[in-house]
Structures are given as C-alpha cells and as structure tokens.
C-alpha cells in the first residue's frame, strides 16, 4: 500500500474483534492511536500488548457526556486526527414482535447513536488535520445486514442501514471541510460478539451467514485490509460509499447443496 499514510486515529471499540485488529495493525504501522471501549479486562491487555503508541480511553460510546469527554482529552494532547475508526456495535437477535424494548434501544443506541456522537466529537479534530494534499478520514463499520437483512436480526440490520446512510450525509457534508468519510459492510466475522452469539443460550435463534462463495467466513484482518486501504493515498478520492467485504456472501443466492 503505497503512498502517505496519516498517523494519528481514533478507533472505538478498540478492544475486542475487528476494532482490536485495526488498533493492532496501525501501532505496528507507527500510528499513535486512541482506543475507546467499556472499561475492563480486555482494554486493559489491549493497552499493555499494544504499547506507547495506544492510548486507552474507557468509554460507552452511547453516552453523550462519557464521549465528550473523551474526546476533550485527546484533544488536549492530540488536537489533530487523521482518522476515526468507528467499530463499536452490538448484536441482539430477536424477533421483531418479541424483541425486548430494552435490548432493540441498546442495539440502536451502541451502533447508531454512538457512532454519530463519536462522528460528531471527532469532526473538529479532524477538520485540524485535513490538508488539500492529505484529506482526514473517518471509516465506520455497517454491516451487509444493511444490504441483505435476515430474520431474528431485524433490529441489527435496521442499525446498520443507519450507519451507511449516516455515512452518506456525513461524506457530502464534511467532504468540503477535507474530510472523506466511508463504510464498510462485512459479512460474517470471525469476532468473539459472532462466537458468542452463535451459543444458542445466548443468540436467541441467531445463525451466522455461514461460509462465503470463496469458502470461509472472514477474519477481522480481512476487514482491516480494507480499513486501510481506505487511509491511504490510494483512496483519496474515495468517499460516500459502503464497501463489501463479505467474500461475494451477497452477490447471489446459492441453494444447500447447489456447491
């Protein structure tokens, strides 16, 4: 990949799944890189494994005054961002007329909510970094639910159709201040909230996508491929759009037994 790459970015969801991925590729490619998530465990082996290029900041990205927070003291010692790198969601099954109240309100409010409050926190730190010759970038994560929703996963797919429409309203309206905004739509992944969904005790009826038509379901790198693709130079007049990365898991229906 290359060309320039920015150095300074902001992931959410930074402890776990493809959010971790993403943390660990970009410290090892020499970017300083700000980590918010739930405060506990998992954040804090992140922050000692990942080393002085993380910044741990424990957050709930849906709660309005814990993300301005946030975002004012990285501020305070990073007033410039290069990118935002928005991976924090949760998944709930359920059918659409039995769903708890609650657990429809917490999906809502994890994968819409706080990606715009994180979106909307970042924005004038990303304006500070943008350059004619090197635009800020922000990545948020749909999902090709957003595309192709399925049954017992109605309220995560209506999220994430959220997402990449917020995606397209923010990528027309920060563009002029330097800033490309894009999303990206994953398949199933390989993630511990995909593992532990997929226990019948937990999931409620959920059930994975199940192998793409290239033969496997993706790995969190396989995403972060792509995130960085879209941080670089090569992507510099890409914006607006959400890209698959599902491996062609929506291109076409393939009937049990058909392979």
Known sequence: ??????KTAAIT?????????????????????????????????????????FRPMPCDVAEAAQV????????????????LICCA??????????MPVEEFDRVMSVNVRGTWLCARAAFPLLRQAARPEAPARV??????AALRPKVISGAYAASKAAVSQLCRVMAAEWAPEGILVNALAP?????????????PSVGKGY?????????RIAQA???????????????????GTTIPVDGGTQAAFIPPGSR
Do not use: H, N
Not at 1 to 6: D, E, S, T, V
Not at 30 to 52: F, K, Y
Not at 68 to 83: I, K, Q, R, V, Y
Not at 187 to 197: K, L, S, W
């Open 187 to 199: 398949g199933t992944v390989d993630t511990p909230m995909v593992r532990a969904m997929a226990d």
């Open 221 to 239: 790198e396989d995403v972060v491929d792509v995130i960085q693709f879209l941080l670089s130079d090569a992507a510099r007049y890409v914006a």
């Open 139 to 144: 990545v948020l994560l749909s999902s090709i």
């Open 68 to 83: 301005a927070a946030a975002f004012e003291a990285l501020a305070a010692t990073t007033p410039a961002l290069d990118a």
């Open 1 to 6: 990949m290359g060309g320039r790459m920015a």
């Open 207 to 215: 059930q994975p996508s199940g192998a793409s038509p290239v033969g």
């Open 13 to 53: 969801g930074a402890a776990s799944g493809i959010g971790r991925a993403a943390v660990q590729r970009l410290v090892a490619a020499g970017w300083t890189v700000a980590g918010l998530d739930l405060p506990g465990p998992r954040l804090d082996a992140l922050a000692a494994e990942a080393g002085p290029g």
């Open 89 to 98: 969601g949760v998944l709930r099954s359920g059918k659409m007329a039995e």
